[in-house]
Antibody, heavy 112, light 111 residues
């Protein structure tokens, strides 16, 4: 199923931007659609976005549409999530996943 | 949007006894391709989620056979035939037929 490693999380002020990365290994990255899923502190899982195997299609949850952008580079086995206009409610651990494999997550805290 | 409703939200279990979690969707999860995209995930305390079951009833590699999934249409069930201590955690159903949506989670803990 491979390995996924997220990075780029941190503490950011409301309204600012952050870019998360996800490095993949151990599987044919270019064959999989990859998702971002987040988990607010003490709460359940929320699907955020998906990008198709070749990057030609992407879809977003209504809660992030217009603010977040998912992208990938199959030559680098890397996925990104550009997060703009961040809000307090975006505070969560963000996972990249193809559902058969999950990363360890990266924590994003939006606070002034 | 499809709403996934799990019950119960808290499930006290006894070691060696069976356990069952229900998941209901607000609309049919049968895809136009004929598949039903309903998965089950386990999240142990402090860990990332792990998929147990996909497409209603297919166990992922390495998942013990005490876990089984069943159901159709809008009603689905995850069963643990004999609960072991390592099964403690939160279990989520997720549909992938109409975009993707998770249930609220069911916390399984020992009595």
């Amino acid at each position: 199923q491979g390995q996924l490693v997220e990075s780029g999380g941190g503490v950011v002020q409301p309204g600012r931007s952050l870019r998360l990365s996800c490095a993949a290994s151990g599987f044919t990255f270019s064959s999989y659609g990859i998702h971002w899923v987040r988990q607010p502190p003490g709460k359940g899982l929320e699907w955020v976005a998906v990008i198709s195997y070749d990057g030609s299609n992407n879809y977003y949850a209504d809660s992030v549409k217009g603010r977040f952008t998912i992208s990938r580079d199959n030559s680098k086995n890397t996925l990104w999530l550009q997060m703009n206009s961040l809000r307090a409610e975006d505070t969560a651990v963000y996972y990249c996943t193809h559902f058969g494999s999950w990363g360890q997550g990266t924590r994003v805290t939006v606070s002034s | 949007d499809v709403v996934m409703t799990q019950s119960p939200l808290s499930l006290p279990v006894t070691l060696g006894q069976p356990a069952s979690i229900s998941c209901r969707s607000s609309q049919s999860l049968v895809h136009s391709d004929g598949n039903t995209y309903l998965d089950w995930f386990q999240q142990r305390p402090g860990q990332s989620p792990r998929r147990l079951i996909y497409k209603v009833s297919t166990r992922d590699s390495g998942v013990p056979d005490r876990f089984s999934g069943s159901g159709s249409g809008t009603d689905f069930t995850l069963k643990i035939s004999r609960v072991e201590a390592e099964d403690v955690g939160v279990y989520y159903c997720m549909q992938g037929t109409h975009s993707w949506t998770f249930g609220q989670g069911t916390k399984v803990e020992l009595k």
